[in-house]
C-alpha cells in the first residue's frame, strides 16, 4: 500500500508500513517556490495538507523504466527481450481528485492513442484507489477552475472524506464495494448526503488559485509573440522541475545501459521539454531559448493537450507553482497572457483506430541486400513479413544493441523470392545512423514499425503530380514515385523536381533513368554545385517551379529540409496551388514513434502519430514558427 | 582485441589526482577495461613509461596553471586522436583559478621562503582555452558511472548518455524532496550540470556547483532569488564561485555581484 507519509520535510507518496506512517496532525502552507511542513496538535490524517511532490505518475509511470534488453552476437545476429512491468497489485490511499484527474489525462496518452503502453497497463490494472475529497483545499489549488476537484466523482475505488467524527466512505467500484463491505461501518443518511453537500460546495470556494480556462488554446496559440514570454523567460530557469512534478507530463527519453559492449538494457527515462536535449536533432535543436521552452511548455499544457487528446493537461494541483525554485506562477502567466489580442483556430483531436498494444521492442531483422548510393549513404534491403503493412511515407525505428534507435522513413519495398524487403536510405551522420550503414548483407538489426501517416496517394490520382525532393529528402517520395509510374491510368502526369548538392549527392540515379522510359515520368534536376560533366540546371529546387511546367489542377508531395519547403510553398501558391492540395513530410525528434515520449510534438499535432505527412494547409499556423 | 585494441593515456596537470582516482575506484569493471583498451600511459596506475607513442583516446586532468603545462598540453594534443579533460580542473580551470581574481605574486611573496623557485602562471585556465578539447566530462570529481558510459560510448560508437541538463532532473527522477523549496537551502542545481547523481541534495544540502553550469545556465534568475530570500552579496559572489567558479556563467554571474 502506498500513501502520504512525512519524508525529507515533505509530505511525499510511499509504501506505508502501517497506519502509523499516516501524517496524522501535519499540515502544510505553500506558496510560490515554498513548501513548510509542520507538526500540528489535531489528529487530522488528510485534511491539514494537500498534495505533495509525488503525484500518482511515480508509480505508473516510473522515472526510469527498462523497456528491453539487448544483445548483438559476433555472427552479427541481435536479440532484443521486452521487459514487462510485472507489477504487484497495489493500493493508493489518500489520492486527491486532481490526481485521479490526472491519471485517466494520462491514459489517453498511454492507453487511447494508436498505440498502448502494456506497461503503463498493467500498472494501471493493478492499482486499488481510495481516494479523499478535499474539504480543505490549499492556498496553490484551482481544481475548481480546471473542474477536475475538489469532490472525487470517478475513477475511485472507494472515496473517503474527513470529519471529526471518522470518515464518510462511498464506494466507486464493484472491488471498493467488496472491500467496504468487509469494513465495520455504520449506515449513512439524508443528513451525511448534505452535509457532503454542503463540505464540497464549500471547498470550491476556497481555491487559493483560480485560471479562467475559456478558450485557453486557441488564445494562446494566437499570442505565439506576446510580450509575456520574454518577461517569463526572464525568471524561468528551464530546470525541468514543473514538468517533472506536474502529474499529466510525459516526456521522456531513452538511453542505452550497457558497460564496455554492446549488451544491455535500453532504458526510458523522465525527461523534460526544459532540458536542450528534448527538441534535438542532428545538426541543432529547435528550441534553444528558454522564452520557447517555456511557450512550449504552457502552450502545451493547457492549450495544444486539448488538440491531442481532448482535454487540457492541467488539473489544477498547483504543484508546478510551489515546486518552482523561483516561484513562476503558471495561473499568473495565463492572466497576463489574456491581456492582449489574437486567437488562432485549433484542430480537433484525431480519431485513431483502436489502440494496438506497443511494448517498444525492436524484432531482429536480416539485411539481405545492402546498395551504396553515395559516398556517405546507402539503402538497407530489410527482410520482413506482411510487406503489405508497410506505405511510402511512413517510418521505422531501426536500431542495433548498445548504440540505440533512429527512425528512417521507408525509401521502398521489394519482392524477393517467397519474401519481400523493405528498403530504408540511410545517411551517415551519427553514432546510429554510421553504425546502420557501416551493416553487411547478412547482418541483422532491430525493426520496429511501420509507424505514422502515409503519402495520400488515393488523395491525388487522377490528376498530374508534383513531387519535389531536396537531397535525401527523394528517399521517402521513392516508394510513391515508384506505385504512381506503375499505375499511369491512374497518374497520368508525375513530375519530379530534385535539388541535390552536387551530381554525385544525387540519389537512386540509376533508377530514375529507368523512369525516364515512362511516358508519364518528366524530371527536372538541379544542382546546387555542378561538377565539369553535369549539363543541367545549377542552383535551387524551387527555381524550376515555372508556370509552363505545373499543370493546372495539380497536387504536390515535398520532402526537403524545411527552408527548401518553405519556399517550395511560396512558389507553389504563387502558381495557384493551395495549399489544401500540398502534402509535405515533417522532421522532429521522433524516440518512441508511437507518441508516448512527447519529444516530436508540433504544436497540436505528433509528427509521429499524426505526420510526418501532413496535408499542409493543417499545419500551416505553424509551419516556419521558430521554437516548434 | 589484441593488437587492435585502442591505446588509452591517461595524464595530469594542476590538481589534487581525485579523477585520475575515480578511474582506478572503477574496480569491478577494470579489468574488463584493461581487457578493452591498452593502457598506455597512466602513471598513477602502473610503471609503464610513456613510449612517446600516439593515443586514440587521452584523458587529461587538471588545469593549465604553469609554463610548461601549457608546452605540455599541446605536446599530449598532437598524439591524441581523441582528447577527453576530466573534471573541473580540467573542464573549468578547478579551485585553484580562484587566483584569477587575485594578485598571484603576492600570494608567492607571501607562501614561500623561497619564491624564486616558483614558476607559475597569473591563471588557473581550463585545457580548452589551450588546445581543442573532443569531450569534457565535469565534475569534482568526475563520477566514475559516467566515465564508463564515456568510454562505452568510444568503444561501442554511441553517444555518450551524458546529459546537459540541471541537477533538477536527476533529483526529480530519484524522489528527492527538493531542497529549495522544501527548506529554503539555497541550491545550485537549476544551472548545474548534471552527471554527479544529485550527490548533494540527496543528503539533504543544496548543491555548490561542482560539476559546473549547464547550458543556459540562468544563473541572474537564480542568483535573483536568493537574494529575494535574503543572501547577502558577498555570499552571493561565493556561492558562484567554487570548484567550477571561472566558467563563464558562474564567472559573470559572480562578478556581477562584486
Known sequence: MLGPTVRDHAIVFDELEGPEALPVGWSDAQGPGRYRLSEGQDGRVFEGYVVGPDSLKQALFPARDVLYQAERRPDGKVGFAPVPADPPDRAFLGVRACDLAAAEIQDRTFEHGPHAEPRYRARREGAFLVAVNCTEPGDLCFCASTKTGPRVTEGADLVLTEREDGFLVEAGTEAGREVLDAMPTEATDDSDAEWLDEAMAAAETKMGREMNTEGLPELLFGRLDHPRWDEVADRCLACGNCTNVCPTCFCSTTEEDTALGPDGAHVRLWDSCFTQGHAEIHGGGFRPEIRQRYRQWLTHKVGAWVSQFGTSGCVGCGRCIAWCPVGIDLTEEIAALREGEGEAPMPSPPAYAEAEDDDLTPRPAEVVAVSRESDDTVTLHVKVDHVERYRPGQFCQLSLPGIGEAPISISGLTRLGQGAAVEHTVRAVGGVTRALCALQPGDELGLRGPYGQPWPLDEVAGGPVLVVAGGIGLAPLRGALRAMLDRPDRYPEVHLFYGARSPDDALFVREMLGWLEEPSFHLHATVDHATPSWRGHVGVVTRLLAQDLVPEGARALICGPEVMMRFTIEALEGLGVEDDRIWVTMERHMKCATGFCGRCQYGPWFVCKDGPVFRFDRIRMLFGKEGY | ?258
Not at chain 2, 223 to 231: P, V
Request: proline share 5%.
Open chain 2, 1 to 258: 582485441m589484441g593488437e587492435t585494441r585502442p591505446r588509452l593515456g591517461v595524464f595530469k596537470l594542476a590538481s589534487c589526482d581525485g579523477c585520475q582516482l575515480q578511474v582506478l575506484s572503477l574496480e569491478d569493471e577494470l579489468l574488463a577495461l584493461t581487457d578493452a583498451v591498452e593502457l598506455a600511459f597512466f602513471a598513477e596506475a602502473t610503471s609503464r613509461a610513456d613510449d612517446g607513442g600516439a593515443f586514440d583516446v587521452t584523458l587529461v586532468e587538471g588545469s593549465i596553471s604553469a609554463p610548461w603545462q601549457a608546452e605540455h598540453i599541446r605536446e599530449i594534443r598532437e598524439r591524441s586522436k581523441f582528447l577527453i579533460t576530466i573534471g573541473a580542473c580540467a573542464t573549468a580551470g578547478g579551485i585553484q583559478a580562484l587566483r584569477n581574481w587575485r594578485d598571484v605574486d603576492e600570494f608567492v611573496r607571501t607562501v614561500y621562503a623561497s619564491p624564486e623557485y616558483i614558476d607559475t602562471l597569473e591563471t588557473s585556465t581550463p585545457v580548452s582555452a589551450h588546445v581543442p578539447v573532443d569531450f569534457e566530462l565535469r565534475g569534482c570529481p568526475i563520477d566514475k558511472g559516467q566515465l564508463l558510459e564515456l568510454v562505452t560510448a568510444l568503444l561501442v560508437g554511441r553517444k555518450p548518455a551524458i546529459r546537459d541538463e540541471s541537477v533538477c532532473m536527476q533529483c526529480k527522477r530519484d524522489g528527492n524532496v527538493c531542497v529549495m523549496v522544501a527548506r529554503g537551502e539555497p541550491c545550485l542545481g537549476p544551472v548545474t550540470h548534471a552527471g554527479c547523481g544529485a550527490l548533494c541534495p540527496s543528503y539533504d544540502r543544496g548543491c555548490y556547483g561542482c560539476f559546473g553550469p549547464r547550458e543556459r545556465a540562468h544563473t541572474s534568475s537564480l542568483a535573483g532569488w536568493f537574494q529575494k530570500e535574503g543572501m547577502a552579496r558577498g555570499e552571493l559572489v561565493r556561492r558562484f564561485r567554487g570548484f567550477t567558479g571561472w566558467a563563464p556563467a558562474f564567472r559573470e554571474e559572480s562578478e556581477s555581484h562584486e
